[in-house]
């Protein structure tokens, strides 16, 4: 939830400031360009590095005495700004995607040496978080409805917990509902139903 209260509260992409630019520094014999630009009276200092070539621009941002490095890739003619949040010493790199003009701003979270990459997306004023769950070269998405707050995967006042799994390019979504199971009791019902995309 602490991802998506970012992305609603607007701390998902840094904001930057007028900057005072710098004159590029280029090390002998390299391809990469280093360009750093650090606004006046202002405690961040930006540093964009593009490659020869590329069509991207990496912006990496580190405020003074911050535990976090955000680092920002936007590819040329792309609508898509994409925001990387790796706090130090830590297994989680969280990639924020907010597509222009967008009230939904999609948050990746890929663990270290994992399989599985996390995307969770809360559109705006939504009591809902959906996060959606792909592991690498799989067909199947599992999207996962997690109510705000909520230990569990289950809507408010729900005594179910809705899986929905719609396989690449089927026209059909499997809607799994799994009755939560009570105390000493070992069935749990699943119940599929086919649906029309």
């Known amino acids: 939830s602490s991802l998506c209260d970012r992305c609603l509260d607007g701390e998902a992409t840094p904001r930057l400031e007028e900057p005072v630019l ?23 200092c930006y540093s964009i590095v593009r490659p ?3 069509e991207k621009c990496y912006s990496i941002v580190r405020p003074k005495n911050s535990e976090k ?9 792309s609508e898509k700004c994409y925001s990387i949040v790796r706090p130090k010493n830590s297994e989680k790199c969280y990639s924020i995607v907010r597509p222009k003009n967008s009230e939904k701003c999609y948050s990746i979270v890929r663990p270290k040496n994992s399989e599985k990459c996390y995307s969770i997306v809360r559109p705006k004023n939504s009591e809902k978080c959906y996060s959606i769950v792909r592991p690498k070269n799989s067909e199947k998405c599992y999207s996962i409805v997690r109510p705000k707050n909520s230990e569990k ?9 809705y899986s929905i799994v719609r396989p690449k390019n089927s026209e059909k979504c499997y809607s799994i509902v799994s009755i939560v199971r009570q105390k000493n009791v070992k069935k749990r019902h699943i119940i599929v139903r086919h649906k029309k995309s």
Do not use: D, G, T, W
């Open 22 to 44: 710098q004159p590029y520094k280029k090390p002998k014999n390299s391809e990469k360009c280093y360009s750093i630009v650090r606004p006046k009276n202002s405690e961040k």
């Open 69 to 77: 490095c955000y680092s920002i890739v936007r590819p040329k003619n």
């Open 153 to 161: 995967l289950r809507p408010k006042n729900s005594e179910k917990c």
């Open 52 to 54: 020869k070539n590329s």
